[in-house]
């Protein structure tokens, strides 16, 4: 009796407790399920991701007169991924027919306006732009290629993607992701017990955690939610996650969400997030131009981003791009025609990185945006950054460093060190960098040597020196000077004596051939003469940051700069006196498209006119006849370019810099670790600048001569005037002040009985 | 005869003078050079009255049409990147730095107009009615900063050039 009392209060005992622990659970489990519910729903509401700022090269204007060819055209519809077609029914695709091209052009956002898609035709003749016209074939007079997109700016270790709307997602994608993922995704409500407990029991055979069985829903919440570390228990608390958000968003947001936040891909620091970031890295254009095999590939990779790396391991990559068009095909989701179609092409994936990355000007943008932008906007705010870097003239230059160099190295000792470089090119009448190579490893974001090498200027000084002088108004282009031995004696008591290059005097000089030849001597005497200081102020006054030490070796060049500096102060040379601030960015748009920032043409004098045209004069003749000389072959003989050689003690840096009508650029070439390198500026830095500026299509240089100055033809070697008919080999054209008197040559001098006749004839036909 | 004579006596300085033959003006094209164009001269030929006539292509017409509706909407950033565009297409054409000074007069920036118009006063060279229009630019540039006996200066010499 008492036994069973017993009995009887224990099963009691064990019921009650039992009760109340499944209550507590019971309560325990639902507050835990709604705090989860909670910050599962709050977290997923609103704005999903921070979006990294998004950078886009300048396009490409197409008019009448653009020196464009057809190759021209289909090289820059390649790099935007236009691929040709029959028929131009889908935006992304031309048509080419011999001179003429129908291109059907992408809808796109330009900083200034938003352009619909539409079909435009394109006549090119063998070095322009013939015609240009709509689709109702009438003359359009300018229009704009897109935007390439060049990179985006992501925090360190961090998340890219572009988010896409469901509107521009392919209908195979999300029918593809259920083929293949979770066939029940559209009836399930967030897990799949089956597919779970088939997952489970291959993961106990396999003795560990191999198999997903996730849901599409589970994935996203992993993704989003979680890191990805797998447990049993994270296992549960996903499931339930994934319970909770079916609870509170539709299938198709889901659906949309998950193809925005899945991990697709890594590239260096960078990871690849959805496949609208995917369609570009992997492919180079949007999402909703992928055919059905390139859709495979993405969802192929899904399940193993880095085992099905379609650039690394191709083999691996078209196999499982294959099941997948099976899977497709076997729940009807596709024919078995398509499927086999498009499992008889190749990968399709583009060789480098979508968007190719140019590192060295994403360094440049980035640094100019840091003024005005906090890290955390630009990296999470989706902000659109138009800048004015031009591909094809960055690809042109990143080759041509890197070939030149090999091809210089070549002809030295084997080092264990390799010979670098960098070249930036700029349009000098704005002040837009349209190119930046930040050394010979392309697409390396290392050391940034257009930005971050201070290196001597050597005589790329002296155009400057020239120019203080000219100022004095105590010389002028034809002013004889002294190339003689300098001996000047230091605030320290050292005696400063500077040589030739060549170790040779030259004597009396035209100040133009002194800058033309590079002549050290004759340059310290004129800028002794004039003042250190003068020039030191020059060199700020057109753009050096920093002020340069001011003691004789400045004459000569010892003073540092970056190639970008030296890009800004020969701007100033290049534009008639003006400085220009050089800028890499246009303009910043909102994520929404709302303009931000612009960054305007800025216009500043730094030198008169006329000054500056009488050293572009003397910059011309380096060309012609002086250090730049040898480059002369290398440019198309009508076109007129100025430039200067620089060359830093011992030959540790060869420099060129010079411009055309409308561009600048500058190259120097060295050893990151400051070794000679054995050449001079005019024996390796010069031949990559002129090869740079040929494959530019450039114009020529025409400065217009400023009132003031009359043009006269001097003797090259002696300064003489020449006058009359003269047949003198050595005859140059340099602008002078008006009313300027210069010597004149002897044997040249009087104007012969037919010329006075002529002289009066025309005075004649003017009256 | 004597029509002969001149013919015969201009073929043979035409070498040492190419400048009695300037080019016709071509408008719309790149204005060439006067440095460049007369090489072998003896002596630099007197300055003519005028030697050319800047012209905007189509293509920077366009755009500078384009300019002005969104000067006259008030949108000058906008403005500016429009004339930015013609100014990429022809960078020595001082009618596109005269519509871009324009535009920066308007939107409160008339150091950057002055500028902007003395540029297109040293690129406009042979070109009077350009000259002027770039004068009167720097002028009013002067006259929004109330330099006023400097902008009556400035506006001497537009007259000078296309009296008004």
């Known amino acids: ?391 094809r003239a960055q690809d042109d230059a990143e080759r041509t460093l890197d070939r030149e160099l090999a091809r210089l190295e070549k002809t030295r000792k084997p080092t264990n060190a390799a010979l670098d470089g960098a070249v930036v090119i700029t349009s000098p009448s704005s002040g837009e960098v349209i190119a930046i190579v930040g050394g010979r490893r392309i697409g390396y974001s290392g050391f940034n040597r257009a930005l971050d090498a201070e290196r001597p200027m050597g005589s790329l000084v002296k155009p400057f020196v020239y120019l203080t002088a000219l100022e004095t108004h105590r010389y002028t282009d034809a002013s004889i000077v002294q190339d003689a031995p300098v001996d000047i004696r230091l605030s320290n008591g050292v005696h400063w004596k500077p040589v030739n290059f060549t170790r040779q005097t030259y004597g009396a000089v035209p100040l133009v051939r002194a800058l033309a030849e590079s002549m050290n001597l004759a340059t310290v005497a004129v800028g002794m003469d004039v003042g250190v200081t003068r020039i030191a102020q020059t060199l700020q006054r057109f753009g050096l940051e920093r002020a340069p030490a001011q003691v004789p070796a400045l004459l000569l060049g010892a003073v540092e700069a970056t190639p970008l500096e030296v890009a800004q102060l020969y701007g100033g040379l290049a534009s008639g006196g003006y400085r220009t601030p050089l800028r890499a960015v246009r303009t910043v748009l909102s994520t929404t498209g709302t303009p931000l920032k612009a960054f305007p043409l800025e216009l500043a004098p730094v030198a008169q006119p006329d000054v500056v045209y009488e050293v572009d004069q003397m910059m011309q003749q380096v060309m012609e006849r002086g250090t730049g000389r040898p480059g002369r072959a290398l440019l198309p003989p009508g076109v007129t370019v100025l430039g200067k050689s620089g060359t830093s003690q011992d030959l540790r840096d060869s420099w060129f810099a010079g411009f055309s009508g409308s561009h600048l650029a500058v190259v120097w070439v060295g050893y990151d670790d400051n070794r000679p390198t054995g050449f001079t500026g005019a024996a390796a830095a010069l031949a990559i600048w002129a090869h740079v500026l040929a494959d530019l299509h450039t114009t020529s240089w025409s400065g217009a001569m400023p009132e003031s100055l009359t043009d006269v033809s001097i003797d090259y070697l002696t300064g003489l005037q020449l006058e009359g008919n003269c047949a003198d080999p050595n005859a140059i054209h340099v602008a002078v002040p008006l009313s300027t008197q210069l010597p004149k040559d002897p044997n040249c001098s009087a104007p012969n009985a037919v010329q006075r006749l002529g002289e009066r004839l025309r005075a004649i036909i003017r009256q | 005869m004597n029509a002969r004579i001149a013919i015969a006596l201009m073929m043979l300085t035409a070498a040492g003078c190419k400048s009695l033959f300037e080019p016709p003006v071509n408008p719309g094209a790149p204005a060439p050079n006067p440095a460049s164009e007369a090489p072998g001269t003896a002596a630099p030929p007197a300055r003519p009255a005028a030697t050319r006539h800047y012209q905007l292509g189509g293509a920077a017409s366009a755009l500078v049409a384009q300019a002005h509706s969104r000067a006259a909407a008030g949108d000058y950033v906008a403005a500016t990147a429009t004339l930015e565009r013609a100014l990429r297409i022809e960078p020595d054409n001082p009618l596109v730095w005269i519509e871009l000074g324009r535009v920066q007069l308007s939107a409160g920036s008339p150091a950057q107009a002055d500028s902007m118009g003395r540029k297109a006063v040293g690129l406009a060279d042979g070109d009077p009615s350009t000259q002027a229009a770039a004068w009167r630019l720097v002028a009013d540039s002067l006259r929004a900063r109330n330099r006023n006996p400097e902008a009556a200066a400035a506006d001497a010499r537009a007259d000078a050039f296309a009296p008004r």
């Open chain 1, 1 to 391: 009796m008492f036994s069973r009392l017993r009995k009887i209060s224990w099963r009691r005992l064990l019921l009650k407790w039992l009760l109340i622990g499944s209550a507590v659970f019971l309560v325990l489990f639902s507050c835990y399920f709604f705090y989860l519910d909670r910050s599962v729903t709050k977290q997923f509401q609103g704005t999903r991701w921070t979006l990294p700022a998004q950078v886009f090269a300048a396009p490409l204007e197409l008019y009448v007169g653009a020196p464009l060819s057809m190759s021209d055209l289909l090289e820059e519809l390649a790099r935007l991924r236009y691929r040709p077609a029959q028929t131009l029914e889908r935006p992304g695709t031309y048509r080419r027919q011999d001179a003429r091209i129908d291109i059907a052009l992408r809808a796109t956002r330009f900083a200034d306006e938003n352009r619909r898609a539409g079909i435009i035709t394109v006549m090119a003749g063998p070095h322009a732009i013939e015609a240009l016209r709509d689709a109702a074939a009438r003359d359009m007079p300018i229009l704009r290629l897109d935007p390439l997109l060049i990179g985006s700016i992501f925090p360190t270790h961090g998340e890219d993607r572009i988010v896409v709307t469901p509107a521009e997602v392919p209908v195979l994608l999300p029918a593809a992701l259920k083929a293949v993922e979770d066939r029940k995704f559209d009836s399930h409500h967030g897990v799949d017990p089956e597919a779970m407990l088939r997952a489970l029991w291959v993961d106990l055979r396999a003795h560990q955690i191999a198999q997903g069985g996730s849901t599409l829903t589970q994935q996203l919440v992993k993704s989003y939610f979680l890191d990805s570390r797998q447990t049993m228990g994270r296992k549960a608390h996903e499931a339930l996650m994934a319970i909770a958000l079916e609870m509170h968003f539709t299938k198709a947001d889901l659906m949309n969400a998950y193809i925005n936040e899945i991990y697709l891909g890594q590239d260096g620091d960078r990871a690849v997030h959805g496949f609208g970031l995917a369609s570009q890295f992997y492919f180079g254009k949007p999402l909703s131009e992928l055919d059905l095999s390139e859709l495979s590939l993405l969802v192929a990779i899904v399940r193993g981003p880095s085992y099905y790396d379609p650039r690394h391991h191709p083999d691996r990559a078209l196999a499982r791009r294959n099941l997948v068009l099976k899977l497709m095909a076997d729940l009807n989701v596709i024919s078995a025609q398509d499927a086999a179609a498009a499992a008889a092409r190749p990968l399709g994936v583009t060789t480098r990185a979508a968007g190719a990355y140019y590192p060295a000007y994403l360094d440049f943008v980035r640094r100019t945006l840091r003024r005005d932008y906090r890290d955390t906007d630009l990296t999470q705010e989706g902000l659109k950054i138009y800048t004015s870097l031009e591909p």
